[in-house]
């Protein structure tokens, strides 16, 4: 389980999450949506230990984030970025990929199982040795997921991660949400991803607006007709099969 403390996270000095409170559990899979600036990435961040915090504010399986070193902390929670250039460290798929998995001091035998798996499991073995950054964005993408994928973290969050993938990539990623056993967030913009979670919170101004089970959303009444919840439903409404109906609750 990871639990927040009242956390407080800042960019450069200006506070984005403020007392913010909220526990993650094992095995849940989270969405987290949100009008853009609302905090999703500094939270993502902050929960994976690349923002710091103060002592106390974030407890990840009963261990104060603060002390963990980053080998075991990268083992727990894994973080993948919208835009995975900036993830990258080498000038070579496979070497990409065993990066991560040196760093959290897997035995020279099982990186090459763990490459080997996840070449196979995400289809990259045409680009295996290609430089990262000279793949399309798609291909960036995947790679990025593999190479966190590979650590097996328990907690893994997905930040705006499908942006850029073509269909086929994203229905592979969409696969590895349903199968995962790992604790997944999911930030996202993309309504349709809602269902892949078994619980949804808006994120707004560093606050949560709204935290519930996503069978519930349909008969909530948290969705104001001006809130931003209602306005990013709108905007994506061809992609929400309940709009019609969450517009007749609304009336
Ligand atoms: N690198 C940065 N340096 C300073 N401020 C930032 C940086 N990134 C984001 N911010 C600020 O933090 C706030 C929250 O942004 P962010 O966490 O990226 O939100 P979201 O992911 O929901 O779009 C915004 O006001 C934004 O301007
Ligand atoms: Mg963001």
Redesign the pocket.
Known sequence: MIKTYSLTLK??E?I?IQNFDFTWNKGEKVVLV?P???????LALGLSGIIQCEPGNIVIDSMDIVDFDLSSLRKKIGIIFQDPETQFVTTDVGREIGFGLSNINKERSEIKDRIAAVVEDFNLKHILNRDPSSLSAGEKQMVAIASVYAMQPEYLIFDEVTSFLDRKSRERIYELWEDTGSSILIITQNFQEINFGERVIL?EDGKINFDAKTGDLEGSSHFAYDSAFFNLLRKNKDDIPQYERILELLK
């Not at 853009?36 to 500094?42: I, L, M, P, Q, R």
Request: net charge positive.
């Open positions: 960019r450069d200006k984005v949100g853009t600036g609302g905090g999703k990435t500094t994120l």
